[in-house]
Structure formats: structure tokens, C-alpha cells
């Protein structure tokens, strides 16, 4: 028997990967009424409730979120069949440019995989910038942008790479003399080191209490590895995604604290202006990208 494929896929994947109605709705060029009437027929059609939907948060069900990424995954390979059938026609060639958040994910995550793409694509050059100026992504004339963090513009397309924990870590000499923080409210007593990120959200997991910390930091500095340095040296706490500080925390050069209080996950996001009529070899590095951070999520797991 042929499986059932029900319709609203399109728009399930859009509202997940903009973690809301509404910016799926601008996306799509639908009302957000008509969207959330689309997700809740698709529940129907399933017989499963895929969001978990409230006036301030918008997440997946444990279905939503195995239904999510084998949807997703099943796109990519449509979408590489069809990029597949217009390569044997066109070659792939010009110059792509590129800005996104540096660091160790910007110099030994992302940039081995761009670096894999055009040897793929001889003819495709690629100029990349780690400038983490903010300015307006479509007059800068970037054909792609990768962002770590709240979105805000909504004149951008966003399309989520890949998501990261946090850690709040502190080298093991930082308390030799000072006692452990107890509760997120405890930090305001030590030394505290911290990027761009100026202030931090935290939940507790069982009585779901919410906590935010403005942090004014002994040390700030937007360089993940100077971050890292420090708190290696002892010079305080920080809160730095898993990519930086997981070997350190498996070895105990560093410890993670507050066990108990959850920190809201790190979303990369894929981003290209709306407008922008977008050639043949972006759309080429848009999905290379997604397959890419799709693959290694799954190797993970």
C-alpha cells in the first residue's frame, strides 16, 4: 500500500526553521492564519500534534521533532535531485560571498565544508568574512549570511544550519578560593566572563523558574578563544557553546555548573534577503550547507 503524504510539509518546515507563525507567514506570502489552519490540518491529517503552540513559545513535539527532521531530510535529497538535473545543464561557476560569525565555528566548522564545495565546483570562488558588523545584510551585497543567535530582521530568509548547547564553565583553580554558585542569582557574586552576549536566560528544570542575569563582565570580549583562555586560567565563569568547551568539560580541565538550571540553545542560521533573485550556485551552497550540517547532526545522534 502507497503511503499517505499529507499536504502543509512545505509549511511545517518553514514555521519550525522561523520558530514562529508569523515570520513563516511573511516567508511563505501567507496570512498567519492560513498557516496555522495548514499545521493544524496537518496534525488532523496525521492524527498527532506536532507543536506546542502558547502566546509566548512556539516548540516541537517529541513526534514534531522526529517528523521534522526526516521531512527535512527528505527535501534536501528533492532538492539536490533537482539542482542535480540543472547541473548536467549548466555549469556551476562565479563568485559567492559570504559573511558569518567567526571563531572556531566560523574557521574549523564552516569553512572545511566551503572549502570542500569548491573543490567540488572548480569553478566557484568564495570570499568569506568573518566581520561581525551588523549592518544591513542586502546593501552589503553578501549573497549568503551565517548568524549564531536571535534573529530580528524580517526581510531575511532564515534557514537553520545546525543548533548548539551552552555551558556555564569555570576552571576547577577559579574555586579554590570561592565556594560554587548554587543558583543563577549566586553569579553576581564572582567574576564573570562574557562575549556579546549580555545577558543570560536561565530555566530551572524541574520547577521551570526563569532567571535572567544581566552580566557585567570582569572580562568582555566577543573572541571565543580569548574567552576560553580565561576561563581555562581560571580568570572566571563563562557561558560558551559545546563546540569550545566539550573536550575541556569530558577531561575536568573545566566544570560545568548549575546542573540543575537549563540555558537556552545557540540556532545558527542560513540567511539570505527575500528580494534577491538568487543564481544557480547560491542555491547550490545553500543546500550543501544544509546537507552538510543535516549529516553531521545525524552522525551525532
Excluded at 85 to 109: D, K, P, T, W, Y
Excluded at 139 to 155: K, P, T
Excluded at 273 to 285: G, Y
Aim: with cysteine; proline share 4%; glycine share 6%.
Amino acid at each position: 500500500m502507497n503511503p499517505h503524504f499529507p499536504e502543509g510539509i512545505r509549511e511545517f518546515l518553514t514555521v519550525v526553521e522561523a520558530q514562529s507563525f508569523s515570520k513563516a507567514a511573511e516567508q511563505l506570502n501567507l496570512s498567519r492564519a492560513r498557516v496555522s489552519q495548514i499545521i493544524s490540518r496537518l496534525e488532523k491529517d496525521m492524527g498527532v500534534q506536532l507543536l506546542y503552540r502558547s502566546t509566548r513559545s512556539l516548540s516541537l513535539s517529541p513526534a514534531g521533532e522526529t517528523f521534522y527532521q526526516l521531512s527535512r531530510q527528505g527535501v534536501n535529497q528533492l532538492e539536490h535531485a533537482v539542482l542535480s538535473a540543472q547541473n548536467a545543464h549548466s555549469s556551476i561557476g562565479g563568485q559567492i560571498r559570504i559573511n558569518s560569525v567567526g571563531g572556531l565555528f566560523g574557521e574549523e566548522i564552516l569553512a572545511p565544508i566551503l572549502i570542500q564545495f569548491m573543490n567540488d565546483n572548480p569553478k566557484i570562488e568564495i570570499e568569506l568574512s568573518f566581520s561581525s558588523t551588523r549592518e544591513d545584510l542586502i546593501e552589503s551585497q553578501y549573497d549568503l549570511v551565517v548568524r549564531m543567535g536571535a534573529l530580528m530582521n524580517s526581510n531575511l530568509i532564515g534557514r537553520k544550519l545546525t543548533r548548539y548547547t551552552n555551558h556555564l564553565v569555570a576552571s576547577p583553580t577559579y574555586f579554590e578560593n570561592q565556594s560554587k554558585p548554587q543558583s543563577p542569582k549566586d553569579l553576581l557574586d564572582h567574576a564573570l566572563i562574557n562575549g556579546s552576549v549580555k545577558r543570560w536566560s536561565f530555566t530551572h528544570i524541574s520547577s521551570k523558574e526563569k532567571y535572567d542575569l544581566p552580566v557585567q563582565g570582569k572580562l568582555k570580549c566577543s573572541n571565543g578563544y580569548v574567552v576560553r583562555r580565561a576561563t581555562l586560567d581560571g580568570a572566571g565563569i563563562s557561558r560558551q557553546p559545546a563546540y569550545y568547551v566539550k573536550d575541556d568539560i569530558e577531561s575536568g580541565r573545566l566544570i560545568e555548573l548549575l546542573p540543575d538550571w537549563h540555558i537556552p540553545h545557540s540556532d545558527v542560521t542560513l540567511l539570505y534577503p527575500k528580494s534577491r533573485n538568487i543564481s544557480l550556485r547560491v542555491k547550490a551552497l545553500v543546500h550543501y550547507l544544509m546537507e552538510a550540517f543535516t549529516m553531521d547532526a545525524s552522525k551525532k545522534s
